[in-house]
């Protein structure tokens, strides 16, 4: 059936992108790992509120982003457990009369086992909304560090200095530099909040067990896909074309 088809190869499809995305953040990563051994013995200010709290290394501070990010790589690797059971076989709803060998059609396309119950299989999006949750994550994260950026960046805080590749001026203000590409993950944040809250309506009062509603999963899922492969691509650029004014963070712990 169409049914059991389409989940397969989107399934197999969702697989590729979740080991895409592991290596995206592993290389974010190691961007900031990176810049924070450049700056151990940088202090700077801890804010709370916005407000100076205790100094402390910039590594440090730089170093908490890993934690999230190696977070978000977690999240997206634990759904390649759900994304492992083969889907293939179960037909429109209730299986099939051919004589089909389920096992060995899950050895072929490299699932770990076949699903269990056709009714769930055809209705389950369970996945979709995994990779999406993911998603939305790690644009949170993103959206966290392109802020701290944006505000470290402007003329009162003066702590870092963007690369002029990743600013753009004004046509009426030419000493402007504006950190647009920082200011466009953040902004990028609400569509993946869209995604997931557009399935999450699509999926919560949907009787088993296939409808044409859940045919709608593929574009808010290839959306999210190519959207945050490009936001991670964006951070990772800005993460290796800026500079850290030291004088300056010293200053503010005054």
Known sequence: SRNDQVITDLKLWLKKATKKMTILLDNTNSNILNLAQKNIRTIMPGFTHLKN????SLAHYLLAYVEMFKRDKRKFKNNLEFLDENPLGVGALSGTSFKIDRSF????????????NSVD???DR???LDFLYSSLACSLHISRIAEELIIWNSDAFNMISLNDKLVTGSSIMPQKKNPD?????RGKTGIFIGNINFMISILKGLPLSYFKDLQDDKKKVF???D???SSIMITNEILNNFKVNKKKMLSLLR
């Open 126 to 128: 369970d996945f979709v």
């Open 105 to 116: 059609t899950t050895k072929k396309l490299k699932f770990k086992k076949p699903t269990n």
């Open 227 to 229: 959207r945050l492969k």
């Open 53 to 56: 709290a205790q100094p402390l």
């Open 181 to 185: 590409p920082l200011e466009y993950l």
């Open 223 to 225: 959306d999210t896909y």
């Open 121 to 123: 299989t055809v209705s």
